[in-house]
């Protein structure tokens, strides 16, 4: 396996990767540990002539690199995951100060990124032989797109990157990755793994300023943007993809609904709805954000919900900092709200969710009971540890609410009968549910959206197929029945058959 001499000298010190070399700038940037305050260590921001040498690069590399075969791209990614897992404690180091989580989820994350490695190594797509007669064969081939940009949010800053460069590099397309300039270092770190262990041009991450985004999502050399974040950000990703007619892969957010019926065990319900709400302090996209509790079980609900979550300790467990001061700003806002609106707080309320007097951006977890279905609460994302608990008491009219929203990430039913549970799940307009236990991704379900969450999707063999275009080959083997022979395009044999 081979070994990066950039990555070895200056663990702390990343930097920017083009066509296998270190890339410097005329400015630098850092990230902030949301946990302390503390500034990080400085890093290049990316020039216009980057992205076009990055571009030109990625280009050069992908002809051969897509024409490996796909046992020796699998042998190359399995060395990067290995070389990744050799480091592991050092990326947990950098992810835990990037990201502001407790050092165990950041161990679990960069785990999780070397496993989803490792499981895109074992992926392709075979072509599909659709037709073969005495006449014709028909085959549609799965080819890969080109070069894909990666563009991805802070929440999960390595894992996401894995999953941008994972089927880029199974399906034979070259990537250039740019990580959140929020949590810059691990993505930076994986470019430079990489540097050692691909050939030059087909993993480059560059990091930066406002003007790295639109630089790349408007550079004619690339083929598909495949992007994670807010739906305000995807559209303007699409719009800009628009012009070149790329393609684009718009993970986005979400307003996860969790609908919990009576027949649950009511304390178990409520731990596993704990989890899947305030894990990482809600700055997951597929958390719970909306929890509807069936009205006959909803008391007894909220209780054990109210003291599973004070249970929680600021700063460790689920309890992370917000990761950066803009979004500490955004859920302070949905917070007052609140407030101000003078809804009823089952947990926290009163001045005491935000912690001003001590460094980093931490606010305690909330539980808001029954605010108005309009409200912002329930309305809106607000990617941070506060929640609304709502009622209901027939099937269609929880259902209705869950799905009256232009969101359709994913959501979560807790119900003993299965048969209720099947069609309670089947009727929510979301890509992903679900049921007894959220939060649960295995890497063979696609994970995908519905409305305004996203379009494509992502993981499982299934999600390469958004790295790829589809050709489809028609081998007339006689070609005197082949359709020029055909005077009567509309019978059999003919055109349209
Ligand atoms: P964001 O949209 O602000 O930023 C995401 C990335 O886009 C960053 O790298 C940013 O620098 C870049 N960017 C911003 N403007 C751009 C532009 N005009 N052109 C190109 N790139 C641009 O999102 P965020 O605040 O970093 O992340 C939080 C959001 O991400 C939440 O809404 C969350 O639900 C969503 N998210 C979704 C998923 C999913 O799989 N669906 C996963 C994680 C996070």
Known sequence: MATSTI?????????????????????????????????LWDVPVARENDVDDAVAAANGAFKKWSS????????????????????????????????????????????????TMRRHAEWSVPDQLLKDTEDVKIVVQHVPIGVVAGITPWNYPFQLAILKIAPALATGCTIILKPSPFTPYTALKIGEMAAGILPPGVVQVLGGDDNLGPWITSHPGIAK?????????????????????????????GNDAAVVTEDVDVLEAAQLVATATFAHSGQICMATKRIYVHESIYDEFLAHLVSVVKSYRLAEGFCS???????????KSIYNDCE?????????GGKTFSHED?????????????????????????????????????????VKRVN?????????????????????????EAGSVWVNGGLKLDPVALFGAHKQSGIGGELGPLGLKYYMNTRTVTYWKTSSKGPQANSDNTSKGGLFT
């Open 404 to 428: 009256d929203t232009h969101t359709g990430l994913g959501a979560t039913v807790y119900c003993r009968d299965e048969k209720r549970a099947w069609k309670i799940s089947g009727s929510i």
């Open 340 to 348: 101000e609106q003078g809804y009823t707080f089952a947990l926290g």
């Open 68 to 115: 490996l075969p796909q046992q020796e791209r699998s042998r190359l990614m399995k060395d990067l995951a290995a070389c990744l897992e050799k480091h592991k404690d050092a990326l947990t180091d950098v992810l835990h100060k990037e990201s502001g989580k407790p050092r165990p989820f950041a161990e679990s994350e960069i785990m999780m990124g070397i496993n």
């Open 7 to 39: 990555f070895f000298d200056r663990f702390y010190n990343a930097g920017q990767i083009v066509d296998n070399a270190p890339r410097v700038g005329d400015t630098t940037y850092h990230g902030i540990d949301p946990s302390t305050g503390t500034p």
């Open 321 to 331: 900092p917000i990761q950066n001061k803009m979004q500490y700003e955004k859920v």
């Open 225 to 253: 943007i495949s992007f994670t974040g807010s739906t305000a950000t995807g559209k303007k990703i699409m719009a800009a993809a628009a012009e070149t007619l790329k393609r684009v892969n718009l993970e986005l957010g």
């Open 358 to 398: 001590r460094p980093g951006y931490f606010i305690s977890p909330a539980i808001v009971t029954n605010p108005p279905e309009k409200s912002r609460i329930v309305q809106e994302e607000p990617f941070g540890p506060i929640v609304p608990v709502l009622t209901w008491r027939e099937d269609e009219d929880v």
